[in-house]
Protein backbone atom coordinates (compact mmCIF):
# COMPACT_ATOMS: atom_id res chain seq x y z
CA UNK A 1 0.00 0.00 0.00
CA UNK A 2 0.90 3.40 -1.10
CA UNK A 3 1.72 6.16 1.89
CA UNK A 4 -1.07 8.64 1.59
CA UNK A 5 -0.16 12.35 0.49
CA UNK A 6 -2.02 14.30 2.83
CA UNK A 7 0.74 15.01 5.11
CA UNK A 8 3.14 16.20 2.65
CA UNK A 9 0.20 18.73 1.05
CA UNK A 10 -0.07 19.69 4.33
CA UNK A 11 3.51 20.91 4.93
CA UNK A 12 3.76 22.11 1.48
CA UNK A 13 1.10 24.86 2.94
CA UNK A 14 3.38 25.59 5.76
CA UNK A 15 4.68 29.52 6.02
CA UNK A 16 7.99 28.55 5.98
CA UNK A 17 8.65 26.48 3.20
CA UNK A 18 8.01 27.18 -0.23
CA UNK A 19 6.49 25.34 -2.85
CA UNK A 20 9.96 24.45 -4.40
CA UNK A 21 11.32 23.47 -0.92
CA UNK A 22 7.94 21.29 -0.40
CA UNK A 23 8.42 19.28 -3.73
CA UNK A 24 12.05 18.65 -2.62
CA UNK A 25 11.67 17.26 0.82
CA UNK A 26 8.79 15.23 -0.54
CA UNK A 27 10.88 13.71 -3.27
CA UNK A 28 13.74 12.97 -0.36
CA UNK A 29 10.81 10.90 1.77
CA UNK A 30 9.70 8.98 -1.16
CA UNK A 31 13.19 7.78 -1.48
CA UNK A 32 13.82 6.50 2.01
CA UNK A 33 10.56 5.14 2.29
CA UNK A 34 11.78 3.39 -1.09
CA UNK A 35 14.81 2.23 0.05
CA UNK A 36 14.19 1.96 4.08
CA UNK A 37 14.59 -1.73 4.64
CA UNK A 38 11.31 -4.22 5.21
CA UNK A 39 10.70 -7.39 7.39
CA UNK A 40 10.94 -10.30 4.49
CA UNK A 41 8.79 -13.09 5.31
CA UNK A 42 10.49 -16.56 7.07
CA UNK A 43 12.49 -18.53 5.14
CA UNK A 44 11.55 -21.57 3.79
CA UNK A 45 12.73 -24.93 6.25
CA UNK A 46 16.40 -25.46 5.46
CA UNK A 47 19.06 -27.30 7.13
CA UNK A 48 21.33 -26.53 9.81
CA UNK A 49 25.23 -27.76 9.02
CA UNK A 50 26.76 -28.03 11.79
CA UNK A 51 30.76 -26.00 10.91
CA UNK A 52 32.67 -28.85 12.96
CA UNK A 53 31.05 -31.70 10.81
CA UNK A 54 29.44 -30.81 7.59
CA UNK A 55 26.53 -32.85 9.17
CA UNK A 56 22.71 -31.55 9.65
CA UNK A 57 20.98 -30.50 12.67
CA UNK A 58 18.28 -33.62 12.49
CA UNK A 59 15.45 -34.50 15.15
CA UNK A 60 16.48 -38.00 15.78
CA UNK A 61 14.22 -40.94 14.49
CA UNK A 62 12.72 -38.59 11.92
CA UNK A 63 9.31 -38.71 14.36
CA UNK A 64 7.59 -35.54 15.35
CA UNK A 65 6.90 -36.81 19.31
CA UNK A 66 6.93 -34.11 21.46
CA UNK A 67 9.85 -34.25 23.85
CA UNK A 68 12.24 -36.05 20.56
CA UNK A 69 15.87 -34.99 21.26
CA UNK A 70 18.14 -33.21 18.90
CA UNK A 71 21.36 -34.58 17.35
CA UNK A 72 23.39 -34.42 14.17
CA UNK A 73 23.28 -36.92 10.77
CA UNK A 74 24.80 -36.74 7.37
CA UNK A 75 22.47 -34.39 5.65
CA UNK A 76 19.64 -36.75 3.31
CA UNK A 77 17.28 -33.72 2.72
CA UNK A 78 14.80 -35.24 4.92
CA UNK A 79 12.14 -33.31 6.63
CA UNK A 80 13.44 -33.91 10.12
CA UNK A 81 16.58 -31.90 8.80
CA UNK A 82 14.89 -28.95 7.56
CA UNK A 83 14.52 -26.05 10.33
CA UNK A 84 12.85 -22.29 9.98
CA UNK A 85 13.41 -19.68 11.51
CA UNK A 86 10.58 -17.20 12.60
CA UNK A 87 9.86 -13.51 12.67
CA UNK A 88 8.82 -14.31 16.16
CA UNK A 89 12.10 -16.12 16.65
CA UNK A 90 11.16 -19.52 16.71
CA UNK A 91 12.92 -22.21 15.72
CA UNK A 92 10.24 -24.28 13.41
CA UNK A 93 10.77 -28.26 12.55
CA UNK A 94 9.21 -30.83 11.13
CA UNK A 95 7.76 -28.78 8.43
CA UNK A 96 6.89 -26.46 10.78
CA UNK A 97 4.73 -28.64 13.28
CA UNK A 98 6.97 -29.13 15.68
CA UNK A 99 9.11 -25.66 17.75
CA UNK A 100 12.85 -26.41 19.14
CA UNK A 101 12.48 -26.07 22.93
CA UNK A 102 14.67 -26.54 26.19
CA UNK A 103 14.28 -29.56 27.56
CA UNK A 104 12.19 -29.21 31.02
CA UNK A 105 12.66 -25.02 31.05
CA UNK A 106 16.26 -25.59 32.33
CA UNK A 107 18.70 -23.07 32.16
CA UNK A 108 21.72 -24.74 33.08
CA UNK A 109 24.67 -25.80 30.47
CA UNK A 110 24.08 -29.34 29.47
CA UNK A 111 20.41 -29.34 28.54
CA UNK A 112 18.70 -31.07 25.83
CA UNK A 113 17.71 -29.35 22.95
CA UNK A 114 13.71 -31.06 21.90
CA UNK A 115 10.91 -30.78 19.86
CA UNK A 116 7.69 -29.86 21.29
CA UNK A 117 4.39 -28.13 20.29
CA UNK A 118 4.65 -24.32 19.59
CA UNK A 119 3.09 -22.71 22.30
CA UNK A 120 4.99 -19.06 22.20
CA UNK A 121 6.73 -19.97 25.56
CA UNK A 122 9.86 -18.67 26.23
CA UNK A 123 12.04 -21.42 26.18
CA UNK A 124 11.27 -21.75 22.46
CA UNK A 125 12.79 -18.42 21.44
CA UNK A 126 15.99 -18.42 19.58
CA UNK A 127 18.47 -15.57 18.08
CA UNK A 128 20.82 -16.52 14.89
CA UNK A 129 24.21 -14.53 15.65
CA UNK A 130 26.32 -13.40 12.72
CA UNK A 131 28.89 -15.77 13.94
CA UNK A 132 26.90 -18.74 13.13
CA UNK A 133 25.77 -19.29 16.97
CA UNK A 134 22.33 -20.14 17.92
CA UNK A 135 20.99 -18.88 21.02
CA UNK A 136 18.18 -19.60 23.44
CA UNK A 137 16.71 -16.27 24.17
CA UNK A 138 15.84 -17.11 27.99
CA UNK A 139 18.43 -19.08 28.66
CA UNK A 140 21.25 -17.27 27.17
CA UNK A 141 23.00 -20.54 25.95
CA UNK A 142 24.06 -22.17 22.52
CA UNK A 143 23.44 -24.94 20.42
CA UNK A 144 26.21 -27.31 20.58
CA UNK A 145 27.10 -30.65 19.90
CA UNK A 146 27.88 -32.60 23.01
CA UNK A 147 31.66 -33.13 23.51
CA UNK A 148 32.40 -31.16 20.18
CA UNK A 149 31.90 -34.70 18.46
CA UNK A 150 31.48 -35.23 14.54
CA UNK A 151 29.82 -38.57 14.78
CA UNK A 152 26.65 -39.20 13.42
CA UNK A 153 24.27 -39.47 16.28
CA UNK A 154 25.83 -37.10 18.60
CA UNK A 155 23.21 -34.93 20.60
CA UNK A 156 22.61 -31.53 20.62
CA UNK A 157 22.53 -30.09 23.61
CA UNK A 158 22.54 -26.53 25.13
CA UNK A 159 25.83 -25.02 26.43
CA UNK A 160 28.23 -21.89 27.47
CA UNK A 161 28.17 -20.18 24.29
CA UNK A 162 32.07 -20.27 23.70
CA UNK A 163 32.55 -19.32 19.86
CA UNK A 164 33.70 -23.04 18.64
CA UNK A 165 33.12 -24.43 15.65
CA UNK A 166 30.57 -27.10 17.16
CA UNK A 167 28.50 -24.41 17.82
CA UNK A 168 28.61 -23.04 14.90
CA UNK A 169 25.52 -23.31 12.05
CA UNK A 170 25.47 -22.89 8.69
CA UNK A 171 22.51 -22.63 6.29
CA UNK A 172 24.10 -23.46 3.32
CA UNK A 173 23.20 -26.57 1.52
CA UNK A 174 25.68 -28.79 2.02
CA UNK A 175 27.22 -30.65 -1.41
CA UNK A 176 25.75 -34.09 -2.33
CA UNK A 177 28.15 -36.84 -1.23
CA UNK A 178 30.51 -37.95 -4.48
CA UNK A 179 29.62 -40.84 -6.09
CA UNK A 180 31.93 -44.23 -6.53
CA UNK A 181 32.68 -44.61 -2.67
CA UNK A 182 30.99 -47.83 -1.69
CA UNK A 183 33.03 -50.41 0.27
CA UNK A 184 34.08 -52.00 -3.36
CA UNK A 185 35.31 -48.86 -4.84
CA UNK A 186 37.53 -48.64 -2.17
CA UNK A 187 38.95 -52.08 -1.97
CA UNK A 188 39.88 -51.45 -5.93
CA UNK A 189 40.98 -48.26 -5.34
CA UNK A 190 43.44 -50.28 -2.72
CA UNK A 191 44.59 -52.99 -5.28
CA UNK A 192 42.50 -56.06 -3.68
CA UNK A 193 39.23 -55.75 -5.67
CA UNK A 194 35.96 -57.33 -4.64
CA UNK A 195 35.09 -60.63 -6.36
CA UNK A 196 31.76 -61.09 -4.46
CA UNK A 197 29.53 -58.18 -2.75
CA UNK A 198 26.08 -58.89 -1.16
CA UNK A 199 23.98 -56.70 0.97
CA UNK A 200 20.32 -56.30 1.32
CA UNK A 201 20.57 -52.95 2.66
CA UNK A 202 22.72 -50.66 0.01
CA UNK A 203 24.96 -50.85 -3.11
CA UNK A 204 28.48 -51.47 -2.16
CA UNK A 205 29.64 -49.64 -5.41
CA UNK A 206 29.19 -46.07 -5.85
CA UNK A 207 28.13 -46.74 -9.51
CA UNK A 208 25.88 -50.11 -8.63
CA UNK A 209 21.94 -49.71 -10.18
CA UNK A 210 20.80 -53.37 -10.19
CA UNK A 211 19.49 -55.84 -8.10
CA UNK A 212 20.53 -56.69 -4.43
CA UNK A 213 18.25 -59.42 -3.29
CA UNK A 214 15.21 -60.78 -4.23
CA UNK A 215 12.06 -62.25 -2.32
CA UNK A 216 9.20 -64.91 -2.84
CA UNK A 217 5.92 -64.26 -1.68
CA UNK A 218 3.87 -67.13 -0.17
CA UNK A 219 0.53 -66.64 -1.36
CA UNK A 220 1.47 -67.24 -5.26
CA UNK A 221 5.05 -68.44 -4.96
CA UNK A 222 5.57 -65.34 -7.40
CA UNK A 223 9.45 -63.65 -6.57
CA UNK A 224 10.41 -60.03 -7.33
CA UNK A 225 14.15 -58.49 -7.22
CA UNK A 226 14.65 -55.68 -4.94
CA UNK A 227 16.77 -52.82 -6.22
CA UNK A 228 18.69 -49.70 -5.60
CA UNK A 229 16.40 -46.68 -5.02
CA UNK A 230 19.37 -44.57 -6.83
CA UNK A 231 22.43 -45.86 -8.09
CA UNK A 232 25.00 -46.39 -5.08
CA UNK A 233 22.10 -46.20 -2.89
CA UNK A 234 20.05 -47.74 -0.83
CA UNK A 235 17.70 -50.40 -0.47
CA UNK A 236 13.65 -50.37 -2.06
CA UNK A 237 12.20 -51.56 0.93
CA UNK A 238 8.55 -49.81 -0.25
CA UNK A 239 8.75 -52.30 -3.31
CA UNK A 240 9.31 -55.39 -1.11
CA UNK A 241 6.17 -54.08 1.36
CA UNK A 242 4.39 -53.50 -1.65
CA UNK A 243 4.68 -56.69 -3.08
CA UNK A 244 4.67 -58.51 0.17
CA UNK A 245 1.56 -56.77 1.33
CA UNK A 246 -1.03 -59.27 2.81
CA UNK A 247 1.14 -62.18 2.57
CA UNK A 248 4.74 -63.48 4.00
CA UNK A 249 7.91 -63.28 2.22
CA UNK A 250 10.95 -65.18 2.02
CA UNK A 251 14.60 -63.97 0.71
CA UNK A 252 15.66 -66.83 -1.78
CA UNK A 253 18.90 -65.04 -3.09
CA UNK A 254 21.24 -62.16 -2.34
CA UNK A 255 22.70 -60.91 -5.68
CA UNK A 256 26.39 -60.43 -5.91
CA UNK A 257 27.16 -56.53 -7.09
CA UNK A 258 30.85 -57.43 -8.40
CA UNK A 259 29.55 -58.36 -11.98
CA UNK A 260 31.26 -62.13 -11.41
CA UNK A 261 27.66 -63.60 -11.00
CA UNK A 262 28.54 -64.92 -7.08
CA UNK A 263 24.78 -65.01 -6.17
CA UNK A 264 23.83 -66.75 -2.41
CA UNK A 265 20.99 -68.62 -3.49
CA UNK A 266 19.36 -70.74 -0.14
CA UNK A 267 20.53 -73.78 0.61
CA UNK A 268 17.59 -75.88 -0.08
CA UNK A 269 16.54 -74.19 -3.44
CA UNK A 270 17.43 -75.72 -6.75
CA UNK A 271 20.10 -73.65 -7.51
CA UNK A 272 22.17 -75.50 -4.88
CA UNK A 273 21.38 -79.01 -5.37
CA UNK A 274 21.57 -82.09 -3.09
CA UNK A 275 20.92 -79.62 0.37
CA UNK A 276 18.07 -80.00 2.69
CA UNK A 277 18.47 -78.97 5.62
CA UNK A 278 18.24 -75.33 5.07
CA UNK A 279 15.27 -72.97 4.28
CA UNK A 280 15.24 -69.32 3.37
CA UNK A 281 14.79 -66.64 5.77
CA UNK A 282 12.08 -64.52 6.52
CA UNK A 283 11.99 -60.98 4.36
CA UNK A 284 10.34 -59.02 7.20
CA UNK A 285 11.46 -60.53 10.75
CA UNK A 286 13.79 -57.04 11.16
CA UNK A 287 14.04 -53.58 9.17
CA UNK A 288 16.44 -50.87 10.02
CA UNK A 289 17.22 -47.23 8.50
CA UNK A 290 20.46 -47.02 6.64
CA UNK A 291 20.90 -43.74 4.51
CA UNK A 292 17.72 -42.10 6.24
CA UNK A 293 15.53 -44.53 4.73
CA UNK A 294 14.39 -48.61 5.56
CA UNK A 295 15.39 -51.37 4.52
CA UNK A 296 15.39 -54.73 5.47
CA UNK A 297 18.35 -57.30 6.69
CA UNK A 298 19.09 -61.03 6.27
CA UNK A 299 17.58 -62.21 10.16
CA UNK A 300 19.37 -65.42 10.09
CA UNK A 301 17.82 -68.21 12.58
CA UNK A 302 18.34 -72.14 12.81
CA UNK A 303 18.16 -73.88 9.80
CA UNK A 304 18.78 -70.71 7.47
CA UNK A 305 21.80 -70.87 5.02
CA UNK A 306 22.97 -69.34 1.62
CA UNK A 307 25.73 -70.80 -0.93
CA UNK A 308 27.50 -70.80 -3.80
CA UNK A 309 30.30 -72.36 -5.74
CA UNK A 310 32.23 -68.94 -6.74
CA UNK A 311 35.82 -71.48 -7.42
CA UNK A 312 35.59 -70.20 -11.12
CA UNK A 313 34.35 -66.94 -11.41
CA UNK A 314 37.48 -65.26 -9.25
CA UNK A 315 36.94 -66.27 -5.54
CA UNK A 316 40.52 -67.17 -4.40
CA UNK A 317 41.29 -70.94 -3.69
CA UNK A 318 44.36 -72.80 -2.68
CA UNK A 319 47.14 -70.29 -0.64
CA UNK A 320 45.95 -67.33 -2.76
CA UNK A 321 45.81 -63.88 -0.38
CA UNK A 322 41.99 -62.94 0.31
CA UNK A 323 40.12 -60.60 2.42
CA UNK A 324 36.26 -60.34 3.96
CA UNK A 325 34.36 -58.06 6.03
CA UNK A 326 30.65 -58.27 6.62
CA UNK A 327 28.05 -56.11 8.74
CA UNK A 328 26.24 -57.96 11.23
CA UNK A 329 24.33 -57.43 14.59
CA UNK A 330 25.72 -57.57 18.40
CA UNK A 331 22.43 -58.72 19.44
CA UNK A 332 20.97 -61.02 17.50
CA UNK A 333 23.21 -64.15 17.75
CA UNK A 334 23.72 -67.42 19.63
CA UNK A 335 26.01 -70.74 19.99
CA UNK A 336 25.25 -72.98 17.29
CA UNK A 337 27.63 -73.69 14.81
CA UNK A 338 28.64 -71.78 12.77
CA UNK A 339 27.36 -67.94 11.33
CA UNK A 340 30.18 -67.71 8.83
CA UNK A 341 30.48 -65.53 6.09
CA UNK A 342 33.26 -66.12 3.47
CA UNK A 343 35.41 -68.55 1.86
CA UNK A 344 34.18 -72.60 1.96
CA UNK A 345 34.17 -75.91 0.09
CA UNK A 346 32.53 -76.53 -2.96
CA UNK A 347 32.06 -80.09 -1.72
CA UNK A 348 30.22 -78.77 1.68
CA UNK A 349 32.10 -80.81 3.86
CA UNK A 350 34.81 -80.59 6.31
CA UNK A 351 37.35 -81.39 3.83
CA UNK A 352 40.73 -80.58 5.92
CA UNK A 353 42.10 -77.38 8.01
CA UNK A 354 42.50 -74.59 5.93
CA UNK A 355 40.14 -75.79 3.54
CA UNK A 356 37.45 -72.60 4.63
CA UNK A 357 38.55 -69.18 5.72
CA UNK A 358 35.69 -67.74 6.85
CA UNK A 359 34.19 -64.73 9.40
CA UNK A 360 32.76 -66.34 12.06
CA UNK A 361 30.74 -64.27 14.31
CA UNK A 362 28.58 -65.39 17.48
CA UNK A 363 29.08 -67.04 21.12
CA UNK A 364 30.56 -70.59 20.52
CA UNK A 365 34.32 -70.63 21.79
CA UNK A 366 35.45 -73.96 20.35
CA UNK A 367 38.88 -73.93 22.26
CA UNK A 368 38.13 -71.98 25.47
CA UNK A 369 40.43 -68.81 26.11
CA UNK A 370 37.50 -66.24 24.31
CA UNK A 371 37.25 -63.31 26.56
CA UNK A 372 34.06 -62.71 27.90
CA UNK A 373 30.96 -63.95 27.14
CA UNK A 374 31.00 -62.88 23.29
CA UNK A 375 29.76 -62.82 20.25
CA UNK A 376 33.54 -62.53 19.23
CA UNK A 377 34.79 -62.10 15.55
CA UNK A 378 36.58 -65.41 14.85
CA UNK A 379 38.32 -67.03 12.26
CA UNK A 380 36.24 -70.45 10.45
CA UNK A 381 39.81 -71.79 9.07
CA UNK A 382 37.57 -75.89 9.05
CA UNK A 383 38.24 -78.06 11.84
CA UNK A 384 38.25 -74.94 13.95
CA UNK A 385 36.68 -71.35 15.52
CA UNK A 386 40.22 -69.16 16.19
CA UNK A 387 40.36 -66.58 18.23
CA UNK A 388 43.92 -65.79 17.09
CA UNK A 389 46.66 -67.92 16.18
CA UNK A 390 46.04 -70.79 18.36
CA UNK A 391 43.56 -72.46 20.54
CA UNK A 392 44.59 -70.76 23.14
CA UNK A 393 43.97 -67.40 24.78
CA UNK A 394 44.06 -64.53 22.63
CA UNK A 395 44.70 -60.78 25.04
CA UNK A 396 43.50 -58.73 22.10
CA UNK A 397 39.95 -60.55 21.37
CA UNK A 398 36.90 -58.95 22.98
CA UNK A 399 33.29 -58.89 22.77
CA UNK A 400 31.11 -57.09 20.23
CA UNK A 401 27.72 -56.44 22.00
CA UNK A 402 26.34 -53.46 19.68
CA UNK A 403 23.82 -53.44 17.42
CA UNK A 404 25.77 -53.28 14.13
CA UNK A 405 29.10 -54.85 14.35
CA UNK A 406 31.91 -54.48 11.53
CA UNK A 407 33.54 -57.74 11.36
CA UNK A 408 36.70 -58.41 9.13
CA UNK A 409 39.38 -61.19 8.34
CA UNK A 410 42.08 -61.30 6.15
CA UNK A 411 44.64 -64.15 4.93
CA UNK A 412 48.08 -64.24 3.09
CA UNK A 413 47.27 -68.02 2.67
CA UNK A 414 51.13 -68.75 4.16
CA UNK A 415 51.75 -67.08 7.09
CA UNK A 416 49.51 -64.43 8.49
CA UNK A 417 46.26 -63.20 8.91
CA UNK A 418 44.33 -60.82 10.70
CA UNK A 419 40.91 -60.49 12.80
CA UNK A 420 39.13 -57.03 13.55
CA UNK A 421 35.70 -55.72 14.45
CA UNK A 422 34.40 -52.78 15.28
CA UNK A 423 30.94 -50.74 16.11
CA UNK A 424 29.14 -50.08 12.51
CA UNK A 425 27.94 -46.86 13.85
CA UNK A 426 30.71 -45.16 14.76
CA UNK A 427 34.43 -45.36 15.40
CA UNK A 428 37.03 -47.51 13.87
CA UNK A 429 38.35 -50.88 14.11
CA UNK A 430 40.07 -52.89 16.82
CA UNK A 431 42.86 -55.20 16.13
CA UNK A 432 41.72 -58.89 17.74
CA UNK A 433 44.77 -60.46 15.99
CA UNK A 434 47.70 -60.25 13.54
CA UNK A 435 50.29 -62.60 13.47
CA UNK A 436 50.55 -66.19 12.20
CA UNK A 437 48.80 -68.77 10.93
CA UNK A 438 47.68 -71.37 13.52
CA UNK A 439 49.80 -75.06 13.46
CA UNK A 440 48.71 -77.42 10.58
CA UNK A 441 47.06 -74.39 8.74
CA UNK A 442 50.01 -72.99 6.36
CA UNK A 443 49.46 -72.91 3.67
CA UNK A 444 45.70 -72.57 3.25
CA UNK A 445 43.89 -75.08 1.12
CA UNK A 446 40.81 -73.32 -0.16
CA UNK A 447 38.52 -74.29 -2.23
CA UNK A 448 36.53 -71.08 -3.12
CA UNK A 449 32.88 -71.86 -2.67
CA UNK A 450 31.24 -68.41 -0.52
CA UNK A 451 28.76 -70.17 2.29
CA UNK A 452 26.68 -67.50 5.00
CA UNK A 453 24.54 -68.88 8.15
CA UNK A 454 26.01 -72.03 8.66
CA UNK A 455 29.42 -74.03 8.60
CA UNK A 456 30.81 -75.37 5.62
CA UNK A 457 29.86 -78.88 5.68
CA UNK A 458 26.00 -77.63 5.47
CA UNK A 459 23.30 -78.59 4.49
CA UNK A 460 23.39 -81.97 2.82
CA UNK A 461 22.55 -85.68 3.50
CA UNK A 462 24.97 -86.68 6.21
CA UNK A 463 26.68 -83.04 6.81
CA UNK A 464 26.96 -80.53 9.77
CA UNK A 465 23.98 -79.30 11.75
CA UNK A 466 22.91 -75.41 10.90
CA UNK A 467 21.89 -74.39 14.23
CA UNK A 468 23.31 -70.56 13.92
CA UNK A 469 21.77 -67.25 14.66
CA UNK A 470 22.80 -63.92 12.66
CA UNK A 471 22.30 -60.71 10.74
CA UNK A 472 23.58 -60.27 7.65
CA UNK A 473 23.58 -56.58 6.34
CA UNK A 474 26.46 -56.24 4.03
CA UNK A 475 29.77 -58.00 3.03
CA UNK A 476 32.40 -58.67 0.66
CA UNK A 477 35.19 -60.69 -0.40
CA UNK A 478 38.23 -59.41 -2.09
CA UNK A 479 41.17 -60.73 -3.81
CA UNK A 480 44.17 -60.26 -2.36
CA UNK A 481 45.13 -59.00 1.48
CA UNK A 482 43.77 -55.49 2.15
CA UNK A 483 45.88 -52.89 3.86
CA UNK A 484 44.67 -51.49 7.16
CA UNK A 485 44.40 -48.33 5.55
CA UNK A 486 42.01 -50.20 3.39
CA UNK A 487 40.63 -51.27 6.25
CA UNK A 488 40.39 -48.10 7.85
CA UNK A 489 38.55 -46.47 4.79
CA UNK A 490 36.22 -49.33 4.79
CA UNK A 491 35.34 -48.99 7.88
CA UNK A 492 34.87 -45.38 7.73
CA UNK A 493 32.39 -45.70 4.85
CA UNK A 494 30.24 -47.98 6.87
CA UNK A 495 30.31 -46.02 10.00
CA UNK A 496 28.74 -42.96 7.66
CA UNK A 497 26.27 -45.26 5.41
CA UNK A 498 23.81 -44.25 8.67
CA UNK A 499 22.96 -47.59 10.43
CA UNK A 500 20.57 -47.36 12.76
Not at 54 to 80: A, H, S, Y
Not at 215 to 229: F, G, Q
Not at 255 to 277: C, E
Request: hydrophobic share 35%.
Amino acid sequence: MQPSSAPFRSLARGPRLSAAVAVCVMALLTVLLETAPTWSAPAAAAPLVSSASGRCLDVKGNVDTPGTTLDIWDCNGQVNQGFEFTSAGELKAMGGTRCVDTYDDRTAPGAPAVIRACDGRATQTWRQNSDGSVTGTRSGLCLDVNGAGTANGTAVILWTCNGQSNQEWSTSTPPPTPSGSGPCDIYAAGGTPCVAAHSTVRALYGSYRGALYQVRRSSDNATRDIAVLAPGGFADAAAQDAFCAGTSCVITVVRDQSGRGNDLWYQGSAQVPGSNQSSPAKATSESLTAGGTKAYSLYINPGNSYWRDGHLTGVPTGAAPEGAYMVTSGTHVNSGCCFDYGNSETTRKADAAGAMDAINFGTQCWFGGCAGRGPWVQADLEWGLYPGGSQSWNGNQRAFTSKFVTAMLKNNGTSRFALKGGNAQSGGLTTLWDGGLPGGYSPMKKQGAIVLGSGGDCCKPGGGANLSAGTFYEGAIVAGYPSDATDNAVQANITAAGYR
